[in-house]
């Protein structure tokens, strides 16, 4: 029996019949402490699913679409359809939404629970320039009262049916007030609140602060999903203890590693292969061959799982590789499979 509040609605949008497992905290539907961040263009369903695939609920214990943005008027149940996509897997996938429209935003939030959804997130965290001339994603940073706000709205929205997190960032130009942006969460009926741990200004810069999201634990009593910078399975680990958040959020660790949730090496041929079942997917969704071997390099920019990249020259080598049947034969015969 869950131990979540929330029931399971009875129509899921997913054609799949694996029912979620057991949640390890009470009001939240993750089944371990270890989740999968949302990346706009690579935690498409492909690429999740086959992430999904691999780990057991208990290894992965979350993963979320990209944002979907929230632009004059509440998100279409088909546009969200795209973004969960059609297969379900025992690990929970939640919704990610973006917008400054607060109807808008409510209204969605009903939709993706009505489609199922057994979370929705919020982004307060996103420095693209179109979300901060929108006033949304990480321009909710710089008026806690606005993101408070917002969140109570989508909770409304929610009318109980499932949990509304919410993913900010540290700061928009600083970081003095994590805990103030982290009460702002939790006052407007945040059920978990992500902090990365870097500033809007800060970007994606290497060095990360992770006593801000220590501050954030502190600052709250809801859970924290810790997010930066983790890139090795042991990193999880550290994060938890170091800072005492409940969940660890992984974004670029796992383009690294998709394996990154369990402590398990892979062989050279397994990773090969994950990329080669992931460019296939992507063919098989419509992709043109230099878009699927363009996704493929945006892993590859990150990739060392089986060391299938031991060195940067060799990365550089398979990043500057422009003929594409050349890129695909070579990642096949990593994987030891031929041309399907
Ligand atoms: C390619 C890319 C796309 C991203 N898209 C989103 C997004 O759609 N929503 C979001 O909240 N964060 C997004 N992020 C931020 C990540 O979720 C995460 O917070 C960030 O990468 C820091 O974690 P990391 O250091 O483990 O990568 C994105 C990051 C990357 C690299």
Redesign the pocket.
Request: aromatic share 10%; with cysteine; glycine share 14%.
């Given at each position: 029996m869950s131990i979540s509040p929330f029931p399971t609605p009875a129509s899921l949008p997913h054609s799949g019949t694996e029912e979620l497992a057991e949640p390890i905290l009470e009001g939240l539907p993750f089944t371990s402490r270890w989740l999968l961040?949302?990346?706009?263009?690579?935690?498409a369903p492909s690429f999740r699913g086959h992430v999904l695939r691999r780990h057991h609920a208990t290894d992965l214990g979350g993963a979320?679409?990209?944002?979907v943005r929230v632009v004059r008027g509440p998100v279409a149940k088909s546009e969200m359809r795209k973004h969960l996509g059609t297969e379900r897997y025992p690990t929970p996938v939640g919704l990610?939404l973006?917008g400054s429209d607060l109807e808008g935003v409510r209204v969605s939030v009903g939709n993706a629970i009505d489609l199922g959804v057994p979370v929705v997130?919020l982004?307060f965290?996103?420095p693209a320039k179109g979300a901060l001339r929108g006033c949304a994603g990480a321009a909710a940073l710089k008026s806690p009262a606005g993101m408070e706000e917002t969140v109570r709205i989508a909770v409304a929205g929610a009318e109980g049916r499932a949990p509304v997190t919410a993913?900010i960032?540290a700061g928009f130009d600083h970081a003095n007030d994590v805990e103030v942006l982290a009460r702002a969460a939790e006052a407007g009926g945040a059920a978990m609140l992500?902090i990365?741990c870097?500033t809007r200004r800060e970007g994606?810069c290497d060095e990360?602060d992770w006593t801000r999201i220590e501050r954030a634990v502190n600052a709250v009593s809801i859970p924290v999903a810790g997010?930066?910078?983790?890139?090795e399975h042991s990193d999880l680990e550290r994060m938890r203890r170091e800072t005492g958040c409940a969940f660890v959020?992984?974004?670029?660790?796992?383009?690294k590693s998709p394996w990154i949730f369990t402590d398990r090496e892979v062989s050279r041929q397994e990773a090969a292969s994950f990329l080669v079942e992931y460019h296939d997917t992507l063919k098989s969704l419509g992709a043109r061959p230099k878009g699927a071997v363009g996704r493929v390099k945006?892993l590859l920019n990150y990739w060392t799982a089986g060391g299938l990249i031991q060195s940067e020259e060799e990365r550089g080598q398979w990043m500057r590789e422009t003929d594409f049947e050349a890129f695909e034969a070579r990642l096949r015969a990593e994987a030891g499979s031929t041309v399907p």
């Open positions: 961040a949302p990346m706009e263009g690579v935690t979320f679409t990209e944002f990610q973006m997130d982004n965290g996103c993913k960032r992500t990365h870097r994606y990360v997010n930066g910078s983790a890139w959020m992984v974004g670029r660790g796992a383009l945006q």
